[in-house]
């Protein structure tokens, strides 16, 4: 069973493109967390779905920063304009679906850097 | 304003004796707490989890103690390894409304070092 997947590992932007960061998540897992990493700080949550669905976007910036985890496909954090604030590593992480808690798994990241 | 704390940036242990780290919170509404071990360029792996409902648990060399009055939990691990030297994460969750959790909040990590 291939655990999270996260692609790509490393990307390297210019200030004001686009960047696109998927996260497959583990086979029958249909919650999806996505969480930033500054240097030298813990892991910050951004956004959490299920499938087609936004369940809590409370961590995420209201500007230029957008998610979505489609019926088909894998989860797809999208950062528009991107600004050298935006370098830091986009952990996804996944749990399945349950009435109890389950840990979430997490992916190897990719480390975003704008030049 | 962290609602998760990890006082300790960095602790020193000998291999063979026993590790503890210290996590503190200030947000009641939590009800599951985990631990997670980092390496550098990897993602976090989960370590053990404990529920608000119990006390302890324990898995192999990991137990996670938790005490809801001082709002504390520590991870100690025993015997201390090389391969335990990582960066450790506490983490604390609660129900959402649906009846999945909502997204981990995580402490700043805690640099264990095994020394041989």
């Known amino acids: 069973n291939a655990g999270v997947m996260q692609n790509p590992r490393h990307l390297v932007r210019r200030r004001g493109q686009e960047a696109r960061l998927r996260c497959s998540p583990m086979?029958?897992?249909?919650?999806v967390y996505w969480y930033r990493q500054l240097p030298e700080e813990g892991l910050k949550f951004m956004v959490y779905l299920q499938k087609e669905n936004i369940i809590d976007e409370s961590g995420m910036p209201k500007e230029r920063f957008s998610a979505e985890f489609p019926k088909e496909g894998p989860s797809i954090l999208r950062i528009q304009q991107v600004v050298r604030g935006d370098s830091a590593a986009y952990f996804c992480?996944?749990?399945?679906?349950?009435?109890?808690?389950?840990?979430?798994?997490f992916g190897p990241g990719t480390r975003l850097t704008v030049l | 304003d962290q609602q998760v704390k990890q006082n300790s940036p960095s602790l020193s242990v000998q291999e063979g004796r026993i590790s503890i780290l210290n996590c503190d919170y200030t947000n009641s509404m939590f009800d599951y707490f985990l631990w997670y071990k980092k390496y550098p360029a990897e993602g976090p792996t989960f370590l053990i989890s404990i529920s608000s409902i119990k006390d302890k648990n324990e898995d192999g060399r990991f137990t996670v103690f938790l005490n809801k009055s001082a709002k504390h939990l520590s991870l100690h691990i025993v015997p201390s390894q090389p391969g335990d030297s990582a960066v450790y994460f506490c983490a604390a969750s609660r129900r959402d409304s649906g009846g999945g959790a909502d997204g981990l909040t995580f402490g700043k990590g805690t640099h264990l070092i095994i020394q041989p």
């Open positions: 086979k029958g897992h249909s919650h």
């Open positions: 992480a996944s749990s399945p679906i349950s009435d109890s808690y389950n840990e979430q798994f």
